[in-house]
């Protein structure tokens, strides 16, 4: 029996990988970033603001799984607990679990956030479904989920090691392949330098810049394999740069700086 995946369960009630449509929320300041997108941030003279994620009512026992960019200290709480509740918000990924029909809207006192997709499942095991059916390389806990209808963007992510392991400054390097039609970056970074190793990989290099999320960006629908990832203080790079692709590769979640 083949397995299920994220790919085959998203379909629900709303796929809306783009995030273009602007939501209800209220309370907010509400701009749209350059590539379409809608921010949401806290409007002058209030203390708090709430944003419905799905375009429709959640019916009861049914799913929200936002995949969002947090900043400056967003972080969702539960303004009515009898009514829904938050089963997971790391600042990238919000799972809302509605208990009653309702628009399941959290509330927020400061930050702001950038919808990147929705999905809306019909219940908690059709979400355990899609979390656990998709496979993510070795040395990954899971906490990030690519969330794959329609094609729209996606991240890998290690959320405890990752932002102190590739702080501001440092450089990353990454070696993977993919498959056609799937542009994979390294976020917040500054791209320095990108070509294919020996075996046909995929390697890209950037130097970590401003923001606090650390993940392998991914655009488009597709499936990634994460080869190799290695960190270096900055001023390693023009060392590292004359070795590429021929050195030492480190597999997993993290590596040592030696």
């Not at 949401?40 to 944003?51: A, C, N, R, V």
């Not at 994620?53 to 969702?76: P, R």
């Not at 392998?216 to 060392?239: K, M, N, R």
Request: with cysteine.
């Amino acid at each position: 029996m083949t397995e299920p995946t994220a790919t085959g369960l998203v379909h629900n009630l709303e796929t809306d990988p783009n995030c273009l449509r602007e939501r209800f929320s209220w309370r907010t300041s509400t701009s749209r970033c350059s590539d379409g997108r809608y921010r949401y941030g806290l409007k002058s003279g209030e203390t708090d603001f709430t944003i419905q994620f799905s375009t429709d009512q959640v019916t009861a026992g049914g799913i929200v799984v936002a995949d969002y960019l947090a900043t400056n200290g967003a972080k969702a709480s539960v303004q009515y607990p009898n009514m829904y509740t938050i089963l997971e918000d790391n600042g990238r990924l919000l799972v809302i679990k509605a208990l009653v029909k309702d628009a399941c809207a959290p509330l927020y006192t400061q930050g702001e956030i950038v919808l990147r997709h929705v999905t809306v499942l019909s219940n908690e095991d059709e979400y355990r479904r899609m979390r656990d059916g998709y496979k993510l390389p070795a040395g990954f806990d899971g906490d990030t989920m690519p969330l794959m209808g329609g094609g729209g963007t996606w991240s890998l992510a290690n959320f405890q090691e990752w932002p102190e392991l590739m702080r501001w400054g440092r450089v990353v390097v990454v070696a993977y392949t993919a498959t056609s039609g799937l542009n994979v970056e390294i976020e917040s970074g500054t791209p320095l330098a990108s070509d294919t190793t020996p075996s046909g990989a995929t390697w890209k290099a950037a130097k970590t810049v401003g923001g606090s999320n650390r993940s392998i960006f991914c655009h488009g629908g597709g499936s990634l394999t994460l080869e190799a990832l290695a960190v270096y203080e900055g001023d390693e790079w023009p060392t590292v740069q004359q070795l590429l692709p021929r050195f030492p590769w480190f597999d997993g979640g993290s590596m040592p700086l030696q």
